[in-house]
């Protein structure tokens, strides 16, 4: 099963993966948490480029270019054999995160961003997308505190950086998609407490596995 995390920056999706993983692990499933961009020793690469600050000047091009180039390495060398292999993949970040950020927030738009998906990696989609949902201004505080505090890396704060109305715009694009996908989206509201959070998150991983979610990964794993 593939799920993925999504949401603004300091939505809190770093802290949760762990706390998931423990407890799927403990029902006997095997897990693998992984991030995009960064998610291989090329990505790591690609990493340090898009979230330099000293990046600013980047073109939204170039930008979508490199996370589909991160992507690509992702999936066919760690995501892909990991679904084959039976493992729940959790990933902080994935195609949603380009949709909105670049597609919809940098006004690249949709239909070029999902067409170089389905030419680099074939279209791979979650099985389950976690939308931690959270006020911007709430949110960016939250990242600037871990920033003062050591827990997020200075040298990754371009996004970060970023006008408060392209933050707006990201936590609209991401309800967009939501609203428009609502058998594979769960919305989360992340201003609770940390643990209400993870109970929420959980609770929602829980019932979709008793359900049977569709199993979109394995499907695209098997046509790679």
């Known amino acids: 099963m593939f799920i993925t995390f999504e949401g603004i920056e300091g ?19 095997s897990c693998l948490i ?5 998610g291989t020793p090329i990505g790591r690469q690609i990493r340090a480029i898009l979230l330099d600050p000293k990046s600013g000047g980047l073109d939204a091009g170039a930008e979508l270019l490199l ?9 066919r060398t760690v995501i892909a054999p990991a679904i084959a292999a039976g493992k729940v993949v959790l990933c902080d970040r994935y195609v949603d995160a380009t949709r909105v950020y670049q597609g919809l927030a940098r006004g690249i ?25 959270l006020d911007p201004e709430v949110g960016l505080a939250r990242a ?20 408060l109305h392209f933050h707006r715009q990201v936590r609209d694009g991401y309800r967009l998609l939501a609203d428009g996908a609502p058998d594979r989206f769960c919305v989360i509201d ?30 695209a794993a098997d046509r790679d």
Not at 11 to 29: D, F
Not at 34 to 38: A, D, L, W
Not at 146 to 161: I, L, S
């Open 11 to 29: 939505s809190g999706k770093t802290s949760l993966m762990p706390r998931v993983a423990a407890h799927l692990e403990q029902q006997g499933r």
């Open 109 to 133: 738009g949709l239909e070029p961003v999902d067409s170089l998906h389905q030419l680099a990696v074939g279209g791979l989609l979650p099985d389950l997308t976690i939308l931690l949902d």
């Open 190 to 219: 992340a201003a609770a407490t940390a643990d209400a959070v993870a109970r929420d998150v959980i609770a929602a991983i829980d019932r979709r596995m008793a359900a049977g979610a569709p199993d979109h990964g394995a499907a």
């Open 144 to 163: 600037w505190r871990q920033v003062d505090r050591g827990e997020r890396a200075g040298d990754e704060t371009r996004f970060e950086n970023e006008a």
């Open 34 to 38: 992984t991030r995009e961009p960064g």
């Open 67 to 75: 996370y589909t180039a991160d992507r690509v390495q992702h999936v």
